[in-house]
């Protein structure tokens, strides 16, 4: 299942909702489809600059984000170079300035601690300006509030709010969780999605394995 001809806007006079797949370049940022982005304060085809920030090549770590994901104006993603290492007795950069210290170049990343890669599941809400830290991994069909600060993993179909985010509750029933969890109607094709749409935004989970 893919977009159809990688279209970047998926509605019709609409220039501030993108499919986030279509505007990315870099290889570390990598997006599933249907996924979107909205942005009303600047262009949403600028992304990779305005949202996804200390995303430097040195780290090689990367942003993964799944399929039919809501991604809200402002919404941040912060990596590892912007946490400076705690290993230090200062929190100064000092082998960010190497040539001042007269330091080796090759250790530059002992500035920070590296944390990992960003990993978002499947069919993700991430509300207006919340902040997603590196490391942090999301389970699908998970609710990030309005300016949350991701610190911790969320589990799958969880709400989550705050500073830093935690638990509000699940959205569903753990059975319905589970089935969600073992249905992955993400992954359908574009033509079952289509037929079995009316369950799904109905909530009929029961009618997706028939």
Known sequence: MTIPDEKIYPRTNDFKTVYLKSVITN???IVGDYT????????????????VLYHYPINTDRLIIGKFCSIACG????????NHTLKSLSTYPFPLFFEEWNLDKKHVTSA???????????????GYEAVILSGV???????IGTRA???KDIPPYTIVGGIPAKEIKKRFDIETIKKLQQIKWWNWSFEKIQKFLPYIMDGEVDKLTH
């Open 149 to 151: 600060v991701v610190t």
């Open 137 to 143: 991994h999301i389970g699908d069909g998970a609710i």
């Open 75 to 82: 919404a941040k993603f912060l990596f590892t170079s912007a």
């Open 36 to 51: 979107m982005y909205n942005d009303f304060a600047s262009a949403p085809t600028q992304f990779e600059r305005n949202n």
């Open 112 to 126: 920070w601690d590296n944390k990992g890669d960003i990993v978002i599941g499947n069919d993700v809400w991430i």
């Open 27 to 29: 290889p570390n940022i």
